[in-house]
């Protein structure tokens, strides 16, 4: 059965760190393309930060830009996003999702989120 | 940067069909997607590539896409299809995925 399960959310001062961590089961991060997706609280959702299944393309979006790194540990078979320079804006749930099949495909697994507050 | 334009609310009543825009510039040549999401929950992919259903989705559930419009079909709708809805595409332009700014389905 795929299962994702993010951890590692909190609450951090702004322009404080914090590590996210996305555990996959039921498939291998090597063989699916990965997205990290936020959704501010009472708002819409939004597109943080792809990996390919070959690790080798990353792309993020501007708002993020700088300051987010996704990565992974395929023998852990687990995603991760380090986030520095926090803001307020960054608050809101984040969830890692994995592609159907390739880049341009839906999200169809989807983990239950880990919380983010950034504030002092 | 590439913009998908939701109406903020959907009503219907139970039985009818219920029908959600998603509006960018030439969508209709870019693959869509759509969520369902309920309050408190991960978002649920219903409809990908334009109009095919992931196993487990209901017929009621189609999907179409031409021009700078594309469209999301509920078919006799029910009480628990009341949910927030979300379009969403990879822009190529600018190497993002995008999504839509979300209907909000009422069942009346």
Redesign the interface.
């Known amino acids: 059965e795929v299962q994702l399960v993010e951890s590692g959310g909190g609450l951090v001062q702004p322009g404080g760190s914090l590590r996210l961590s996305c555990a996959a089961a039921g498939f291998s991060l090597s063989d699916y393309e990965m997205?990290w997706?936020r959704q501010a609280p009472g708002k819409?959702?939004?597109?943080v930060s792809?990996m390919s299944s070959t690790g080798d393309t990353i792309?993020y979006?501007?708002s993020v830009k700088g300051r987010f790194t996704i990565s992974r540990d395929i023998p852990k078979n687990s995603l991760y996003l380090e986030m520095k320079s926090l803001r307020a804006e960054d608050t809101g749930v984040y969830?890692c999702?994995r592609l159907?099949y390739n880049?341009?495909?839906?999200?169809?697994y989807?983990?239950?989120?880990t919380l983010v507050t950034v504030s002092s | 940067s590439y913009v998908l334009t939701q109406p903020p609310s959907v009503s219907v009543a139970p039985g009818k069909t219920a029908r959600i825009t998603c509006g960018g510039y030439n969508i209709g040549y870019k693959r869509v997607h759509w969520y369902q999401q309920m309050p408190g929950q991960a978002p649920i992919l219903v409809v990908y590539d334009d109009s095919d259903r992931p196993s487990g989705i209901p017929e009621r559930f189609s999907g179409s896409s031409s021009g700078n419009t594309a469209t999301l079909t509920i078919s006799r709708v029910e009480a628990g299809d009341e949910a927030d809805y979300y379009c969403q595409v990879w822009d190529s332009g600018s190497e993002h995925y995008v999504f839509g700014t979300g209907t909000k389905v009422s069942v009346l």
């Open positions: 997205n997706v819409g959702l939004e597109w792809y792309y979006a501007n969830f999702a159907l880049w341009n495909s839906g999200l169809d989807w983990g239950q989120g």
